[in-house]
Each structure stands twice: as C-alpha cells, then as structure tokens.
C-alpha cells in the first residue's frame, strides 16, 4: 500500500510567498524596496494556507516591510471565514484593519470549516467582534483603491478571487 504524504505548503500558499518576497525585494534585483502597500484577498477556511500568509504578511507589517491596507474574504461559502480573518488580525494588534466580504449571488468557495467556525466563534480567546459578516466586498475595494496613488497597491489572492 502506498502512503501519501501531505505537502506542508498548498500551492496557493507558496504563490502567496512568491509574490510577497518579489514585491519586497523587487523582480529584476536584490534590492530592498520601499514599503509595499498590500491588500490581502482571500477564501479563509478549509484549509491552512489562508492562515498562513496572513501571518506572514502580518509579521512583514509588524517589521516595517509592509503595510497592510485591508482584507478581502472573497468566499461566501464558509460563513466563518471572515470572523477567522477578524481574529488573526485582533491576535496581531490590527483589530481595526479594514476587513470585508465578497456577499454576491453566486456561491463562491469551500464551505469546509475544518477550523473556521471554532475561530470565529472564540470572540472572547481573541477579542475579535466580526464572527461570520461584515462589509460587502466590492464597495471597499474601491474605496480602498481611491486612497492610494495608482499602481502602489499589491493585490494578494489566496483561493478564489472574486470580479469586484
């Protein structure tokens, strides 16, 4: 009998990785950049990837490295993603960070919770208030976007983006 091993990054993940290392340090070169402005786009819950890159993203922004402008929950599959979102950015001391979701017609995502709904319902663990909704997607993209002088926002995409 054969014996799978799991792989210990998604593919998601490591494209996540990818593009935030070629943001900081630039595609042509070794050189550091200039802060990088992000917004984080993803389908938080079946699995951990999302998780992930939000830490890693969160630990560049406690360095200086990043600045994170909002997230995205661009599923409306799993319902407790988005309070998932909520609580890692409550555990990072960015409790205020713009956080929003995709709310459209279509169902989009993963409806696994495989750890999700235990997250987002441990409001009081993580001090969180977002358990499953918040702000629809799409109008705080744009606003967003309106703030930032054009092509100084990198978009991150984790999972299934949505057409905003």
Not at 11 to 26: E, K
Not at 80 to 91: D, E, H, K, L, R
Not at 114 to 142: M, N, R, W
Request: charged letters at 20%; a neutral charge.
């Amino acid at each position: 009998m054969k014996k799978f091993i799991k792989p210990l990054f998604s593919h998601g993940s490591i494209i996540a990785l990818a593009l935030i290392l070629s943001c900081r340090f630039g595609i042509n070169d070794n050189t550091v950049s200039d802060e990088v402005k992000v917004i984080f786009d993803t389908d938080m819950g079946s699995d951990c990837d999302d998780a992930g890159a939000m830490a890693v993203l969160h630990k560049l922004a406690d360095r200086g490295e990043i600045e994170i402008l909002g997230i995205i929950f661009s599923s409306n599959a799993n319902k407790f993603g988005v309070g998932t979102c909520a609580a890692i950015n409550s555990y990072y001391g960015r409790k205020d960070l713009p956080l929003v979701q995709f709310q459209g017609n279509i169902i989009i995502g993963d409806s696994r919770n495989f750890y999700s709904q235990y997250i987002a319902e441990a409001d009081s663990i993580y001090g969180h208030s977002v358990i499953d909704s918040t702000t629809e997607s799409t109008l705080a993209y744009k606003k967003l976007l309106r703030k930032q002088t054009n092509k100084s926002v990198t978009i991150i995409t984790v999972g299934h983006p949505v057409a905003h």
